[in-house]
């Protein structure tokens, strides 16, 4: 089984002997001399096999899935929850049931990086399921609005508490040379979580009750997650920084395969070396003002960036450009579905060939000229129908260029520029600002749109997307294909 403890010939060495490997003046690819063992030395240079790490991955993304399950649960059952609850046509009361998430999802995260350092990342895992089933089945019991508020505040919770965690591990049992093609695994598992929640959700309207049933059924993968995590590896790096060495080096075999742990060993040792004289408590106050404040500002940027691109508010709005077209909400939400999810399946096969970089900054320019396309369907001077063309295909092509670069790329790239000491802290850190940001876009979209039409409203986003173009080519390093290592060292090197 792939969870069992695995069985190999090679023999496991103590930290101490990690040490002579290393030479400290070389900030670049580390190699591992050997000259007793020729053909374990060959194969180093190779690259392990990506099946190892493969199915604890996959288990890792079942917390992508229901945070994309949970995004888009109460999408279609929203009128049936209202009826049943009793308050119908109260906008606030839908609005809150929506949005509350949020702000539990703000909540969770800002405790995600004390629980991946504190607990490791399996035990955190872990944490964020148990909110999500029990929120899920408070949610589907639920005979009051109030009731119904707590349980998708339980339920937000574990949605901040996942993706950090999620994208922490993901980087962390990566073998380099496909890390790019598994952290977008997490963007495809959000994308199916959010068509399986619409396409859950389509008997809603002909079985009464069904909407609870939607969140029950949320609580399967969510336990899957939690028991899946008894047999999946814990997080090398994390061990390690705890002083367990020898656990260390055993999970390195079971992700790498037992000839590639003395390299990966090595490489930790050298990083501990660099890092002798940093405290081992991360404050706020190194983050936003010490050593790191730049990569910690690079992430915030990136996040905040990618919120104020305009992605939550083509997707609050995307039903009504459809509708205006004729086109029903439920073909709609199939559309912008598929959308997305080709362009994360196209992201998965590109990131390790092509960069973080280059995707990224094709990304946010191919939604530039899709913002464009919005504001070009505003205009007076165009007829009914090419306009109604230039506003679905707009929304269309912004949904497939962000699933091609801004959506999956800076949840993997943070966690590979952190250095390791700061990393779940760091990336707690830029997920809240991430939260703060979605939150308010969401709050004040449709006010926007009111007070300033849709023209400069989609005018902005579409400068916001150019402002990311900079950003993306001044201040991202690309890091296809090194180790986590190595780009901490490199980075390290930097004045």
């Known amino acids: 089984m792939w969870g069992s403890q695995s069985s190999s010939m090679y023999k496991r060495t103590s930290s101490r002997d990690y040490s002579p490997m290393v030479d400290v003046e070389d900030n670049s690819r580390l190699l591992l001399v050997d000259d007793d063992d020729d053909m374990n030395k060959e194969t180093e240079t190779t690259n392990p096999p990506w099946i190892c790490s493969l199915p604890h991955v996959l288990v890792a993304t079942l917390s992508s ?17 209202s009826s049943d609850l009793g308050f119908t046509g109260n906008t606030l009361a839908e609005g809150l049931v929506v949005s509350v998430c949020l702000g539990g999802a703000f909540i969770g995260s800002l405790f995600s990086g004390g629980a991946a350092d504190g607990l ?4 955190a895992f ?22 119904m508020l707590l349980g998708r505040f339980l339920v937000g919770t574990g949605m901040g508490l996942g993706p950090p965690v ?8 990566s073998p380099a040379f496909v890390r790019g093609t598994y952290g977008s695994f997490i963007q495809i598992a959000t994308c199916l979580g959010l068509m399986a929640a619409l396409f859950i959700g389509i008997p809603v309207h002909s079985i009464t009750g069904w909407w609870r049933v939607c969140f029950w059924l949320s609580t399967i993968p ?6 899946g995590m008894f047999f999946c590896a814990e997080s090398p790096q994390w061990l390690y920084k705890q002083g367990r060495i020898a656990e260390a080096e055993a999970e390195f075999e079971r992700l790498l395969g037992g000839s590639h742990v003395k390299t990966a060993m090595a490489e930790l040792h050298k990083l501990e070396l660099d890092k002798a004289d940093e405290p081992d408590v991360v404050t ?7 050593r790191h404040s ?13 919120q104020l691109s305009g992605i939550n508010a083509v997707f609050y709005f995307s039903s009504t450009v459809f509708k205006s077209a004729g086109v029903p909400s439920d073909t709609a939400n199939i559309f912008v579905g598929v959308s997305n999810l080709f362009g994360s399946l196209v992201a998965m096969v590109l990131m390790d060939k092509v960069g973080r970089k280059l995707l990224l900054l094709w990304s946010f320019i191919g939604m530039a000229v899709a913002m464009a396309l919005q504001v070009g369907a505003t205009s007076s001077y165009l007829p009914h129908f090419p306009a109604l063309c230039l506003s679905v295909g707009g929304t269309l092509l912004f949904v497939l260029t962000f699933a091609l670069g801004a959506g999956p790329v800076p949840g993997l790239l943070l966690p590979e520029i952190f250095p390791s000491r700061i990393r779940a802290k760091a990336l707690a850190f830029c997920l809240s600002v991430h939260w703060v940001i979605n939150f308010f876009v969401g709050l004040l979209f449709l006010k926007l749109l009111e007070q300033l039409g849709p023209r400069l409203l989609y005018s902005m986003f579409s400068t916001f997307c150019l402002m990311a173009v900079m950003f993306v080519k001044r201040n991202v390093i690309e890091t296809k294909g090194k180790t986590l290592q190595e780009i901490e060292i490199s980075l390290l090197a930097k004045p």
């Open 284 to 290: 706020l106050t190194e983050l936003v003002y010490g």
């Open 120 to 123: 490791g990342r399996r035990r």
């Open 294 to 306: 730049r990569v910690v500002f690079i992430g915030s940027t990136l996040f905040a960036l990618q």
């Open 222 to 227: 969510a336990a899957a997650l939690a028991l």
């Open 65 to 81: 899935f229901l945070f994309g399950y949970h995004l888009g649960v109460v999408n279609e059952p929203l009128e049936s929850i």
């Open 166 to 173: 999620a994208a922490l591990y993901v980087t962390e049992v």
């Open 126 to 147: 872990q944490l964020c399921a148990l909110p999500m089933i029990l929120g899920a089945f408070v949610s589907g019991v639920s005979n009051s609005l109030a009731v």
